[in-house]
């Protein structure tokens, strides 16, 4: 079966490769979603990319999954200690989700440590840099070949 999967980028993770390099690498966003395409394509999966700074609009993705998706990929950045939306539309859909973060939140500041959205989420990738995301993608794909893709 083809596996349809939605990535998420939350705000500022479209200054990749500039922004803040020893936390988040030199990898530019356009050449993080051109592997997780080709590696998805290697699959057999379908993966459809989208970035925004906005929480509407994020909500609004994660909501029109429901009607199209197997399964979402998030990284909601800075959303993900405090948005309530964003955990409360994750849970509102139901599909597997894998939280992912380029750096390790947990040798970070106190603050980056709580994350909102990981009681709703399957599982969570965390200091892998672009690799988090190769890492969630294969998981994902393993939870759904196995019969579902595990709570959300």
């Not at 909601?76 to 939280?99: C, F, K, Q």
């Amino acid at each position: 079966m083809a596996y349809r999967i939605l990535l998420i980028h939350g705000p500022n993770l479209n200054l990749l490769g500039d922004r803040e390099p020893s936390h988040y690498g030199t990898m530019k966003l356009e050449e993080i979603n051109a592997r997780m395409e080709r590696l998805a394509e290697e699959h057999g999966a379908e993966l459809r990319a989208l970035q925004s700074n906005s929480e509407g609009a994020l909500i609004d993705a994660i909501q029109e999954a429901r009607l199209w998706a197997d399964g979402i990929i998030i990284n909601p950045g800075a959303y993900t200690h405090y948005s309530y939306a964003l955990r409360d539309a994750l849970a509102a859909v139901r599909l597997p989700a894998v939280e992912v973060h380029l750096s390790n939140v947990h040798a970070r500041e106190e603050f980056r440590r709580t994350s909102v959205i990981a009681p709703v989420v399957t599982g969570t990738v965390a200091g892998l840099g672009w690799r988090g995301y190769a890492a969630a993608l294969d998981a994902l794909l393993g939870l759904l070949a196995d019969g579902g893709g595990g709570q959300s």
